[in-house]
């Protein structure tokens, strides 16, 4: 079953990232944990790290957090050497678009071999902008 991040304006979607996996989600956030918060999830990024990835969502005010938590996981990110992309769909979209990984922000890309903090950067301006929620689908 894979994450689909997405903000909808009554029943039009205005943008959405397909991430993969809730796997794929857990081992970002199982990143940021090791790499930028000492072990502890939720230390530094407790927007990101504490919320539910079940039907959940969140809220404008939320994205305002969020979207301040993705810049300095980003910044870390750039300053980490990359790790192995691991098994599934992510060595062959990498593959068949030429991604190679030179840190750890390269690692991690969306379903279409984008940028996932980039995406995910986007949906908070969008959910701020717009004063809608980011849901979890």
């Known amino acids: 079953m894979g994450l689909y991040l997405a903000i909808f304006d009554g029943d039009d979607e205005l943008d ?8 794929d ?3 970002f956030r199982s990143a940021v944990a090791v790499h930028l918060e ?6 530094r990024y407790p927007t990101l790290m504490l ?3 079940c039907d959940g969502q969140w809220s404008p005010d939320e994205s305002a957090v969020l979207a301040a938590e ?10 980490l050497p990359a790790e192995p ?6 060595p062959g979209v990498a593959k068949s678009l030429g991604l190679r990984p030179a840190n750890l922000y390269d690692c991690f890309f969306d379903v279409d071999g984008e940028p996932l903090l ?3 950067m986007g949906l908070t301006q ?5 004063g809608l929620p980011i849901l979890f689908q």
């Open 16 to 23: 959405g990232v397909e991430v993969g996996s809730y796997a």
């Open 25 to 27: 989600f857990s081992a």
């Open 38 to 43: 000492g072990g502890v999830a939720g230390s």
């Open 51 to 53: 919320h539910s990835d």
């Open 70 to 79: 993705l810049a300095a996981i980003t910044e870390g990110f750039m300053d």
């Open 85 to 90: 992309l691991g098994e599934g769909w992510k």
């Open 118 to 120: 980039d995406r995910f």
């Open 126 to 130: 969008l959910s701020v902008e717009r």
